[in-house]
């Protein structure tokens, strides 16, 4: 077998068991690494990004802080109803800012897997694409987070030294007025799904015009 | 269909990833909170480490961006700024010459005294490279770890007061509490060790940006401005380092301590550059185990 080949085959191999993508001629290939890697990658970079956001914004202003940057980024990924990525993200998040924070290492990673999976399960059930629905989501995510944050730390005998009631409260103004923010311009970064279905609805349209304008005839 | 097939098995296993994640989570935690309380922190030490390169770049971004805005807002009160280093420096050159030949002077004294000059701990600079990012908690990490000597609960200190205490270390950074946790305490002193009885004990109060001093007797005097001094009697600081300045008094009674606010002499929020101090506590000898008239009946 030619080297080529052999090294096609390799991808194949690794498109098909690892990423599940249905392999067809070498330009569907392409599309195949595109349509699978790049979203990937892209999400990879903003969950970088807001960790990087997380650490630093305390520096440059403390309230900064109440902003839960990973959440936002788990919370859209959640919303996109992708269950593995929006759990692996959740836990991935939550364990590097725990790392760098005084509190228990795994609380955060618990209270965002849990909170992905919740936003997951909803979004498989009602419709939660609506810019204006998300608001309540982020709220929603904010709070449950922040709950079983504490009640780990409480359970374990490592109670937040800031009020419980008072910090929530500013941690879910600020998150969601962010996020909202945020999730619109993650709309534009990461909306290959966003851009597909208003394709789809595009086609759709058309093509009922055209059986409405058959039918008539 | 087989992306179909793909979808279908993922809303199948999604239940069992969940509880698979989340009980990976619950084993890290709970190693994690064993581990706090003894002094092997192994889950700790390697997420920092794993965490410390991240920390390195996000503090010089942070670091970077900070001093951007810093210079935009300040740039009009600069020539204002300009004109009173200038009568500054004139007085401070007039005031370093009176401090010179008075240093010179304490040090003639103190060679006739034989006295041992207790400020000269062995000191690390370092840099702080982050802050909690969440806001529960109140830490800060710094550059240096057990491969330049640090150790737990080694103090952290500033040029006007203490930090706080280390507790976790990894090959190249370490965390510190903040002496404003909740959960940081020292033993202090209103006024000089020695000369004033007000003693007690402080601790953090977050939720205030202070420290609070607890068990001075309401017999002492104690007033606004004084300065409070740690005493060295809790196993982690030196005696004589500066925990801050009494900014609240509630007067107490014969029969009930005076409780005290202090602002901390570090500028906690705006820290860049400390101090950890090369000290460890003497050890002290264990209490006797056996009571004497257990002993007694022995014999």
Known sequence: MPIADRQLSIAQIFLENTLRVPIGPIGVRQLAISNTIMPQLKIAAVLALSILLQLSLRVLWPPLSYIDFPLIVVVYIALQRDAWRALLVGTLAGIIVDASSGGLIGAGGFSKTLTAYIIYFAATKVNLENPLVRIPVLAAATVLDSAIYVFWHRLLGYPPVLPLMQTISYRLIATTIAGTLVLYMLDSIIADRSAQQRQFATRRRVARRSTGTLRRR | MATVRTQREIRQ?????????????VVIMAIDARDNQG??????????TVATPVQNVSSKAGGATSNFFHQIFSFRSIAAENEQLKQRVTEIESQLHTSRLQAAEN??????????????????????????????????????????????????????????????????????MLVTDEKAGAGAVVGQLGESGALGSVRGRPDLGLIEMRYVSGLEKVTLGDYVMTTGQDGIYPPGLNVGEVVDVKNGTATQPHQILIRPGARLDRLEEVAVLLYEAPQRTAPAQTLPNVEKKKQ
């Open chain 2, 13 to 25: 296993k999604a239940p069992l990833w969940l509880i698979g994640l989340l009980l990976a989570n």
């Open chain 2, 39 to 48: 002094q092997q922190q192994i889950v700790r030490v390697w997420t920092q």
């Open chain 2, 107 to 176: 040090e003639r004294l103190k060679g006739l005294l034989d006295l041992r000059n207790q400020t000269t701990y062995q000191t690390l600079p370092a840099r702080v490279i982050a802050r909690d990012p969440s806001v529960w908690f109140n830490t800060i990490t710094i550059d240096r770890g057990t491969s330049s000597g640090v150790k737990i609960n080694m103090p952290v200190v500033s040029a006007t007061g203490i930090v706080g205490r280390v507790i976790t270390v990894s090959p190249w950074a370490a965390q510190v």
